[in-house]
């Protein structure tokens, strides 16, 4: 399974606009099957809805990518479900980053 | 401001009783949700009515939560600082509560504007919001403002200028209602680094020729090489170095970046054209000289309260600045010229005497009128989300 996270918008855009991802074959087995856990969390979660009167939060899209499914899950600030911050949190403590 | 009306507003509820027997799961769905919003609408009117401070005070009130690295929706938090509380022990308790200050000081002295609508909305503010946030943001109600990870950003409570932008999104949206999309969108952007730099000159009283010009100077942490976020002075200056890239704001029209208008366009490059009217709004202040509050402040406050629809372009708003430059200082006067000038340098002519009135702008197509429509209708989700949320921690709390 592969983890992508892009970032983009909030009030320092450009600067904090950037692309992680993280295979989980690089994982140790405890944290490979914790990431599982809150993926299999994420997508059993209704999807997060956005709020039009936010200005300047960042949005976040996460893509899920296995053997037989893909699927993605977006976001604000100040509307994240959970499992997704925990998820967005491993993502860049222990991915690669890239620019956007 | 337009009124929005959705379909709870029209649907009488026994007709949404009998959706709920549809088969179609879909016509189920919304009309319980619809039934569901409207009952917690009503609920929330009930309860604010209840609450004399959930309201405007007429007044000076500001309010601090600690956020304690949460991120909930709505922010959570413990009220730590109040209108009459001394300081206290936390420094970006203090930054927040005083920044708030110094906005709705400015606003009311120079523009005798009563708080972010003109009413006494009281001003609400949370920090410590996540864990190494790197963000401030306007949820429409409060303003939210993160720590920074203190590795690229420290706290975005230290720049005056960060809180002057957040606080003016809620006068814009009380005013203009410039969406968030595009080149309103830009302008959007644009009169809150305006205002939020004016708040700090006037803070500071330096005029227009001392001052920096610079949104964001101090959340960058020392080993970061860039002078701010954005340069209004020299918009693609900011900063420069491979860790964060290179600030991609253009100055003029010729560089004006089309991106997509979506999330991950920053809603068509919000945060990134607003170099150019930022820009003609430095030309004009320096042109016209002492404190660009004064007379350009002024043109720009006039511009976005009574001249300005919601999805005005740079030319439109270029169009009625200049419009009134001349109502306020004389036709030909030399703040109309400046302003002209300022506008024309950037790349947007302004001919004529300008426009002063709202009926110049432009109509809102179809598509915009349904994507208006379609943001109203999310705009109501995402309220009576964040409403029953709040009723099922007071119900917890009850219980």
Redo the contacts between chains.
Sequence with gaps: MKLELEVAGGFAAPVTSNRYSLDLASLPEDSRKQVEELVKELLAAPRPASNPNLRDAMSYRLTITSDSHKESVEADDGGMPKPMRELIKLIKASGSRTKR | MAHRCSINCIVPPHILLKLLESKDRKIREIALNTLLASTQIRAKRDLLSLMPNATGTGEKRRTIFDAKNT?E???QGVRVRGEDDPAVGDTAVNEAFDGLGATYDFYKQQFSRNSIDGNGMRLDAFVHYG?G?????????VM?FGDGDQD??VS?TKSLD?IG??LT?GVT?NTAGLV?HKQPGAL?ESI?DVFGSLVKQWSLKQDAASADWLI?AE?FTPGIQGDA?RSMKAPGTA?DNDL??K??QPANMQNYKNLPDN?????GG???NSGIPNHAFYLAAIEIGGNAWDAAGHIWYETLTKNTGSTAKFQDFADATVGVAGRLYGPSSSEQVAVREAWREVGIDVRGIGSVRPERVRAASPREIRKAEA??L??L??KV?NLAKTVERLARKVA
């Design positions: 991120e929706d709505p922010p864990d946030f790197n963000n401030a943001f306007w949820n429409g109600q939210v690229l950003f975005f960060v932008h957040e999104h949206e968030y959007n809150s964001g959340v976020l900063y964060i890239g600030d991609p999330r991950f366009g920053d809603n919000v945060h990134i943001d109203s999310a705009d989700h995402a989300d």
